[in-house]
């Protein structure tokens, strides 16, 4: 079936240590992928997003995603996390040639930061 | 400032309350859709709206309706909400449909009793 997976649930990192946010997709053609990010009590930010090209995306807030067409992923990474980079993230895509354009978003990673 | 604007912002109702959730953009953007966030099922698109007057279902449409009359705003509608609709929802729009960007409004909590 298609789907995205983020297999991470929670993560727990130290403030100035690197993070990796997996996510994995399943669809037969690459899709649209990006990075969303949800702050408590706020709606969604988009970090950053990959349509073709150069398969190392930079964003905003220091984040960078890989996509790996062979390994049908596209990790989140930043190299030294703030406190205030704790929040849920979110990997969507938009599957390829879907009329209808919805985002199909994984379940969320949630990032916890220690001081 | 560009933005999309839901109200209200936390709703507690009963069952069989007839509801609206307005949703407003000031962007002029074409397309506009409705997400519900539940925990660990991420969000998962109710509707969505091409342009005026141009809408369909998403995966989980059941128990709800929309309308677009005009482009800024896509209310969303709960006839007879149940207790199965209480969730986190979200307004979103993009310029246009495909890969543009999708902004995310602030969120409405709604709670049926």
């Known amino acids: 079936a298609q789907s995205v997976t983020q297999p991470d649930i929670h993560i727990t990192v130290s403030e100035g240590a690197s993070l990796e946010l997996r996510c994995n997709y399943s669809y037969g053609a690459t899709p649209y992928l990006f990075w969303y990010v949800q702050s408590p009590g706020q709606g969604l930010q988009l970090l950053l997003k990959?349509?073709?090209?150069?398969?190392l995306v930079q964003g905003i807030k220091g984040f960078e995603a890989e996509f790996k067409r062979s390994q049908s992923s596209f990790n989140l990474r930043k190299p030294s996390v703030h406190w205030s980079d704790a929040a849920e993230y979110f990997c969507a895509v938009v599957p390829y040639m879907d009329s209808s354009y919805k985002l199909i978003f994984g379940s969320g990673t949630r990032l916890l930061v220690r001081p | 400032e560009a933005q999309v604007t839901q109200n209200p912002r936390y709703l507690i109702t009963v069952t069989g309350k007839k509801l609206t959730v307005t949703c407003s953009q000031n962007?002029?953007?074409?397309?506009m859709s409705w997400y519900r966030q539940d925990p660990g099922l991420g969000l998962r698109q109710i509707y969505y709206s091409m342009n005026v007057e141009v809408t369909d279902k998403g995966d989980v449409p059941e128990g709800y309706k929309v309308s677009r009359k005009e482009k800024r705003n896509f209310p969303l509608i709960l006839e007879s909400p149940s207790p199965n609709q209480t969730s986190l929802y979200f307004c979103?729009?993009?310029?246009?449909?495909?890969?543009?960007?999708?902004?995310f409004g602030p969120g409405t909590r709604l709670t049926v009793l």
């Open positions: 962007m002029n953007h074409e397309y």
């Open positions: 979103a729009s993009s310029l246009t449909s495909g890969g543009s960007e999708q902004f």
């Open positions: 990959y349509f073709s090209g150069d398969t």
